[in-house]
C-alpha cells in the first residue's frame, strides 16, 4: 500500500519516552512497550526534524507515590491539580531513565527532558503540569518552520496525548500515530485520552500512511 500522508520539511516527529521504565520490566511497564521501538526507528527515517522526550525526575519527584508514602495508582491533590502517583520511575541518571537501547538516536536535534521540577509533573513535552511552565519547545517548533507535530511513543494516555493536546493549542496540526504507540490504560485512561484528543481535532493515523 503506498503512503497517504507525504512527510514533508515543515512535518515533526516526536517520539516520546522510549525508555527502559516504560518497557516491559521496567518500574512504569507499558504492555508491549518495546514493540513500537522499530516502528519509531523507521518513522523517525521520513523525517527531518526529530525530538525524542525523556522523562527526567529528581528522586523524592510529587508524582511519586512513594514521596508521599501513598498507594501507586492513587490520586493525589497538589497545589495544582489532581496529580496521579506512579511507582518511581524515570529517576535522573538511573538505567531505568535510559532511551531503549536500540532506539536509533541519531536523527533527532534534541532530546528534551521533563518532569525534572521535583513538585510538578510534567507529562506534555510542551507545558508542564501546573498549565503554564512551557517547555519552549512550541516555539522552538514554530521557530524552525514546523506546522505539523507528528507522535509516536509512550504512553498513549499520557504523554502521547497531553503533548498533543498541547501541540493543538500552540497552533500545530497534531497526529497520533497509534500503532506507534502503546498506553497505559488505568482506570479508563485510554479512552478518555482519545476523547479529548478528538475533540480537539488530533488525527489519529497509522505507521502504514506514512511508511507505505
Ligand atoms: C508518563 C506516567 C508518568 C508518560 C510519564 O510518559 O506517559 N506516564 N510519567
Ligand atoms: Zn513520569
Same mark, same amino acid.
Given at each position: 500500500?503506498? *503512503? !497517504?500522508? =507525504?512527510?514533508?520539511?515543515? %512535518?515533526?516527529? $516526536?517520539?516520546? +519516552?522510549?525508555?527502559?521504565?516504560?518497557?516491559? #520490566?521496567?518500574?512504569?511497564?507499558?504492555?508491549?512497550?518495546?514493540?513500537?521501538?522499530?516502528?519509531?526507528?523507521?518513522?523517525?527515517?521520513?523525517?527531518?526534524?526529530?525530538?525524542?522526550?525523556?522523562?527526567?525526575?529528581?528522586?523524592?519527584?510529587?508524582?511519586?507515590?512513594?514521596?508521599?508514602?501513598?498507594?501507586?495508582? *492513587? !490520586?493525589? =491533590?497538589?497545589?495544582?491539580? %489532581?496529580?496521579? $502517583?506512579?511507582? +518511581?520511575?524515570?529517576?535522573?541518571?538511573?538505567? #531505568?531513565?535510559?532511551?531503549?537501547?536500540?532506539?536509533?538516536?541519531?536523527?533527532?536535534?534534541?532530546?528534551?527532558?521533563?518532569?525534572?521540577?521535583?513538585?510538578?509533573?510534567?507529562?506534555?513535552?510542551?507545558?508542564?503540569?501546573?498549565?503554564?511552565?512551557?517547555?519552549?519547545?512550541?516555539?522552538?517548533?514554530?521557530?524552525?518552520?514546523?506546522? =505539523?507535530?507528528?507522535?509516536?511513543?509512550?504512553?498513549?494516555?499520557?504523554?502521547?496525548?497531553?503533548?498533543?493536546?498541547?501541540?493543538?493549542?500552540?497552533?500545530?496540526?497534531?497526529?497520533?500515530?497509534?500503532?506507534?504507540?502503546?498506553?497505559?490504560?488505568?482506570?479508563?485512561?485510554?479512552?478518555?485520552?482519545?476523547?479529548?484528543?478528538?475533540?480537539?481535532?488530533?488525527?489519529?493515523?497509522?505507521?502504514?500512511?506514512?511508511?507505505?
Amino acid at each position: 500500500m503506498p *503512503a !497517504t500522508i =507525504r512527510i514533508d520539511h515543515d %512535518d515533526a516527529l $516526536l517520539a516520546t +519516552d522510549l525508555q527502559a521504565d516504560f518497557m516491559p #520490566g521496567g518500574r512504569l511497564a507499558v504492555a508491549d512497550g518495546d514493540a513500537v521501538v522499530p516502528v519509531a526507528n523507521a518513522l523517525m527515517r521520513r523525517f527531518a526534524h526529530v525530538v525524542l522526550t525523556q522523562d527526567w525526575h529528581p528522586p523524592g519527584h510529587a508524582s511519586f507515590a512513594t514521596t508521599h508514602a501513598a498507594t501507586p495508582f *492513587a !490520586t493525589k =491533590r497538589l497545589p495544582y491539580g %489532581d496529580q496521579t $502517583l506512579w511507582p +518511581d520511575h524515570c529517576v535522573q541518571g538511573t538505567e #531505568g531513565a535510559a532511551l531503549h537501547p536500540a532506539l536509533e538516536t541519531d536523527a533527532a536535534f534534541l532530546i528534551l527532558r521533563k518532569g525534572m521540577h521535583p513538585g510538578v509533573d510534567s507529562y506534555s513535552a510542551f507545558v508542564e503540569a501546573d498549565g503554564v511552565t512551557t517547555t519552549g519547545l512550541a516555539a522552538l517548533l514554530h521557530a524552525r518552520g514546523i506546522r =505539523r507535530a507528528f507522535f509516536c511513543g509512550l504512553a498513549t494516555d499520557f504523554c502521547v496525548a497531553y503533548s498533543a493536546l498541547d501541540a493543538r493549542a500552540a497552533g500545530f496540526e497534531a497526529f497520533v500515530i497509534e500503532d506507534a504507540c502503546r498506553a497505559i490504560d488505568a482506570g479508563g485512561s485510554l479512552d478518555a485520552a482519545w476523547a479529548r484528543m478528538n475533540a480537539a481535532e488530533v488525527r489519529r493515523v497509522q505507521s502504514r500512511e506514512i511508511l507505505g
